[in-house]
């Protein structure tokens, strides 16, 4: 149970895409932690509002940033997080860690962030067995349809169009995006019981990083107490994916340190849905496929915005009580420079336009940085958490004072996140095969 003693925010995070930032927000919620997600970095009394919070967050763009924006943007960021004096900073990023040394440098996150909290070493936590996830021997691991594969050769993250992942060894990834000296606590490690004198042994070999391995949620659990107990001597920032805030979170209860779980509600049922998928995945692809399947209208945005004839399309089938998937590819394609940033914005002020005049009030973006463009054009300032509906990707209440958008129900859905029919299972409808 929660004392007087015990700190008031438990834990700050940057998440480096939006739609990571609600699977932490998604965690938080379902362990009790009162949690609110700040699209942009909060006003005074913008953060008041949400004062009984526990944990805050900040959703970001730099993963599909360069070096040299962060540098100039992270460190303002990182100055609230420490402001706020949570034990725990972390600065989340995806569980598939693409990145490259000049776009989405986690590397030269964690040197920014190291200087901020002047850190003696940064934590790597990056194993989530909840999104199916693992780190062995420093090598990442992910699943797709069901099969572990080395990240490097993953079927979609090993051609990802933009941080392809060419190394599994995280710790030779990220010797390409920073100059800290990276180590690692393996498995071996852990399950002898010497993690606490391995990291000591690391820390005094000069390491300035450390990459835990992480199979399931006892090494988690294990890896956060030893990140918990390292709070005594000042805030610790750490790198990882939400396998990181679920060993805390399973730390916590077993000291006691939360109130017991709520209930859980379950997603209400809604009358017309909203896809909107800027996502190569093929995951994507095929949930785009089953929910045209389902009775959903799709609408393919061909060629450059604006889509006058498809925004008509979209709000004449709306108008019928359908729902409809927008989407902009099915499944890989080439890089295409012109969906970029602008053309993100363009999707993003499609869906405002059709929101407006379709009175829709539940929609799913799908891809994350389509959700993290799109979502900037909504003018919503925070996200709270309303309800499951698969790991990774909650239904989310967007949040918007003196705004007809107030109160937006949203899904920020990853390219690799959900099963085949997760669309039709937005609707709040019990999911069918």
């Known amino acids: 149970m929660t004392t007087a003693n015990q700190p008031s925010r438990l834990y700050?995070?940057?998440?480096?895409?939006?739609t990571g930032s609600t699977d932490v927000l998604e965690a938080l919620a379902l362990h009790g932690v009162s949690a609110v997600l700040f699209t942009h970095l909060p006003e005074p009394h913008e953060l008041e509002?949400?004062?009984?919070?526990?944990?805050?967050?900040?959703?970001?763009?730099?993963?599909?940033?360069?070096?040299h924006w962060m540098d100039e943007n992270l460190p303002q960021v990182l100055a609230f997080m420490r402001s706020l004096g949570a034990p725990i900073h972390h600065y989340k990023v995806c569980s598939t860690f693409d990145s490259a040394p000049q776009v989405g440098s986690i590397g030269r996150a964690m040197e920014l962030g190291r200087a901020t909290f002047n850190s003696r070493f940064v934590p790597v936590v990056v194993g989530a067995p909840h999104l199916g996830r693992a780190v062995a021997f420093s090598n990442l691991f992910a699943a797709a349809d069901g099969v572990m594969y080395r990240i490097d050769r993953?079927?979609?993250?090993?051609?990802?169009?933009?941080?392809p992942m060419t190394e599994a060894d995280l710790r030779v990834h990220l010797s390409r995006q920073t100059s800290l000296r990276i180590g690692g606590i393996h498995l071996t490690t852990f399950a002898s019981h010497e993690a606490p004198q391995r990291l000591e042994d690391e820390l005094r070999a000069g390491a300035d990083a450390i990459v835990f391995d992480g199979l399931d949620d006892a090494m988690l659990e294990e890896t956060a107490q030893l990140l918990w107990r390292g709070t005594a001597d000042g805030p610790v920032f750490a790198v990882g994916s939400s396998g990181l805030t679920h060993g805390l979170l399973h730390y916590w209860r077993k000291i006691d340190l939360l109130d017991s779980a709520p209930e859980i509600p379950a997603a209400r049922p809604c009358g017309r849905l909203i896809v909107l998928s800027g996502s190569c995945s093929p995951v994507s692809a095929n949930q785009i496929r089953c929910a045209i399947d389902r009775g959903f209208?799709?609408?393919?945005?061909?060629?450059?915005?604006?889509?006058p004839s498809?925004?008509?399309?979209?709000?004449l089938e709306l108008a019928r009580g359908n729902n409809v998937v927008l989407y902009t590819a099915l499944g890989p394609q080439p890089a295409d420079p012109t969906h970029?940033?602008?053309?993100?914005a363009a999707l993003g002020d499609l869906l405002r336009d059709i929101l407006a005049a379709s009175g829709v009030r539940r929609v799913v973006i799908a891809g994350g940085d389509t959700s993290t463009r799109v979502v900037a054009q909504l003018d919503l300032t925070a996200l709270t958490f309303a309800a499951?509906?698969?790991?990774?990707?909650?239904?989310c209440r967007g949040h918007a004072p003196g705004s007809p958008?107030?109160?937006?129900?949203?899904v920020l859905k990853g390219g690799q996140i959900g099963p085949v029919n997760f669309f039709p299972q937005a609707l709040g409808q019990p999911p069918t095969t």
Do not use: K
Not at 388 to 395: H, K, Y
Not at 405 to 410: H, K, N, P, R, S
């Open 12 to 18: 700050a995070w940057y998440g480096d895409d939006f």
């Open 49 to 67: 509002a949400f004062a009984g919070c526990r944990a805050i967050g900040i959703a970001g763009e730099s993963r599909s940033r360069g070096p």
């Open 154 to 163: 993953h079927p979609t993250m090993s051609g990802h169009p933009l941080t």
């Open 297 to 307: 209208t799709g609408v393919f945005l061909s060629g450059n915005p604006p889509w």
């Open 310 to 315: 498809q925004l008509q399309r979209a709000l």
């Open 340 to 344: 970029g940033e602008r053309f993100g």
């Open 388 to 395: 499951p509906l698969t790991p990774g990707a909650p239904l």
């Open 405 to 410: 958008i107030d109160g937006l129900e949203l």
